[in-house]
C-alpha cells in the first residue's frame, strides 16, 4: 500500500471540489472585540472584523468572565487532574452543573468537555438504557447528534425531513407503539438560522408517548428572558427531557452539557463513555462559565441588542440586493450557490477589505447551498455594517453572481 498517495488522493479530491479549508492565524483583541489580527504565512499582520465567531455576545472578552477565570487559576491551578471519577471533580464543576440546572429549570445537570462530546456521549448512551429505543431525528440535526444516535444502528434510528412534524407524526404512527422513542432535534439550526416548532414537537411527543432531546447549543445566552434558550422563550423549557448545550459559543469558554431529571442524569452519568473516561474540564473554565452564565441570566439588554444588530445586518444586506437566506434568528447567511465562489469571496474579503467570514462548503451544508454565514454581535457597529455592505456589493459586481437568487425580497 501506498500510504502517502492515499493521503495525497484524500486532499486532492477536497481540493478538486473546492473545499479544501485553510484555517485564519487570528488573535483576537480584548477589550476590542470583534477585532483581531490576521498574520499570514509569511508572518504579515493586518487588522480584520471577525464576522463569523460563534462567540456571539462577545462573553470570551467579558471581565467579569475573565476576572473569575484569573481568580480561578490563582485559587486552584490550571488543569483539574483527572476525570471527574478520579479527583476531577473539583468545587468548581460542582457549581457549574447546579447554575445550569437552575438555568434551564431543571433539578440537575451534567457536564461534558465540549457540546460535540456531550450530544454524542448522552445520544448513544440512551441506547444502553432504553433497550429497543428508537431516537427519531431532524434530517439537520449536527455532525454530533447524528454521531450518537448513529450508535444505535440503522433499525433504531427514524430520520425525519427538517423541521416538519407531518413528516415526523408518521414515522412515530408507523413505529412500534411500545417501543421506547425519543425526537431529537435542535432549536436554532445554526447553518439556515430556522427555528425548530418547539410546541408542536411537544405536542407529538406527548401524543406518542416519546421523550425530548432538544440541542439548544445556538440558543443558550441569546432567548429567553435569562438566556436558557428557545425552550424557554416558547413556555416549554419544563417540557423538554433532556436540553443540551454549550459553553463555547454565546457563554464565550468551553465545555457542553445536559440539564434533566436526576434519574436521566444520573443513568447517563454512570453509563456514558464520553463523560466517564476523559479528563473534566479545567477549574478556571468552569468558573469563567459559571460568570458567564449567570451575568447573562440577568442582562437581557443583551439579548435585545443582539436581535437588534442582527435586523440591521439583514435589513442592509437585503438593501443592497444580496440574497440574504430566510433566517428568523441571529444568523445572518448569504446564500452563494457553489463552493469556489465562496471560498474566493472569502479569500478577498479578508485579504482586500479586512473582513473575516469563513466560507461554508459541504459537508457542512448541502452542494449548492455554500454559503457566507455572518454572526453579528452587540459589538458590530453601524459603520462596520456599512464596510461589509459595500465589499459584498462590489464583490458580487466584480465576481458577477445572482444578486437575488429567490432569497432576498
Ligand atoms: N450542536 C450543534 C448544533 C453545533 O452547531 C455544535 C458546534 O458547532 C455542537 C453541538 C458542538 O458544540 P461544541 O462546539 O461545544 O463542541
Given amino acids: ?230 425552550a424557554e422563550r416558547d413556555g416549554v423549557m419544563d417540557q423538554i427531557d433532556i436540553i443540551e448545550g454549550t459553553l463555547g459559543k454565546a457563554f464565550g469558554v468551553m465545555g457542553g452539557y445536559i440539564a434533566a431529571d436526576p434519574l436521566i442524569i444520573d443513568a447517563i452519568r454512570s453509563y456514558a463513555d464520553g463523560f466517564i473516561f476523559t479528563t473534566s474540564l479545567p477549574p478556571a473554565l468552569a468558573a469563567g462559565a459559571v460568570a458567564s452564565i449567570r451575568w447573562l441570566k440577568a442582562h437581557n439588554e443583551v439579548r435585545i441588542a443582539h436581535q437588534e444588530r442582527a435586523a440591521a445586518l439583514k435589513a442592509r444586506l437585503i438593501r443592497a440586493g444580496l440574497p440574504v437566506m430566510p433566517s428568523v434568528s441571529h444568523i445572518v447567511p448569504v446564500l452563494v450557490g457553489d463552493p469556489v465562489h465562496c471560498k474566493m469571496i472569502s479569500d478577498i474579503l479578508l485579504s482586500d477589505y479586512g473582513v473575516y467570514v469563513q466560507p461554508i462548503n459541504y459537508p457542512t451544508v448541502p452542494r449548492g447551498t455554500e454559503r457566507l454565514r455572518f454572526t453579528p454581535s452587540p459589538a458590530h457597529t453601524d459603520a462596520m455594517m456599512d464596510d461589509l455592505a459595500d465589499a459584498l456589493e462590489t464583490l458580487w459586481a466584480h465576481c458577477n453572481i445572482k444578486r437575488v437568487g429567490g432569497y432576498a425580497a
Fill in 1 to 230: 500500500m501506498d500510504y502517502k498517495a492515499a493521503f495525497r488522493n484524500a486532499l486532492d479530491k477536497v481540493h478538486a471540489e473546492g473545499r479544501y479549508r485553510v484555517f485564519a492565524d487570528l488573535k483576537r483583541h480584548r477589550g476590542a472585540f470583534p477585532r483581531a489580527t490576521w498574520t499570514q504565512a509569511d508572518g504579515s499582520q493586518s487588522e480584520v472584523v471577525v464576522w463569523c465567531s460563534n462567540d456571539y455576545l462577545g462573553q470570551g472578552q467579558n471581565p467579569v468572565v475573565l476576572d473569575a477565570m484569573h481568580q480561578a487559576i490563582e485559587e486552584a491551578g490550571a488543569g483539574s487532574g483527572g476525570t471527574r471519577n478520579i479527583s476531577g471533580t473539583t468545587h468548581y464543576h460542582v457549581e457549574l452543573e447546579r447554575e445550569l440546572a437552575d438555568l434551564h429549570g431543571k433539578p440537575s445537570a451534567l457536564l461534558f468537555t465540549s457540546g460535540y462530546v456531550s450530544n454524542e456521549a448522552s445520544l448513544s448512551t440512551l441506547y444502553k438504557i432504553l433497550p429497543g429505543l428508537i431516537i427519531f431525528s431532524d434530517e439537520l440535526n449536527h455532525n454530533s447528534m447524528i454521531s450518537g444516535i448513529r450508535a444505535g444502528g440503522r433499525e433504531q434510528r427514524r430520520v425525519f425531513r427538517h423541521n416538519d412534524l407531518e413528516h415526523l407524526e408518521s414515522l412515530l404512527a408507523a413505529a412500534p407503539a411500545d417501543a421506547p422513542k425519543l425526537i431529537a432535534f435542535e432549536s436554532v439550526y445554526s447553518m439556515d438560522g430556522d427555528i425548530a416548532d418547539m410546541k408542536g414537537t411537544v405536542a407529538l411527543a406527548k401524543k406518542y408517548g416519546a421523550m425530548t432531546y432538544l440541542d439548544e447549543v445556538h440558543a443558550v445566552g441569546m432567548y429567553g428572558p435569562r438566556g436558557a434558550g428557545v
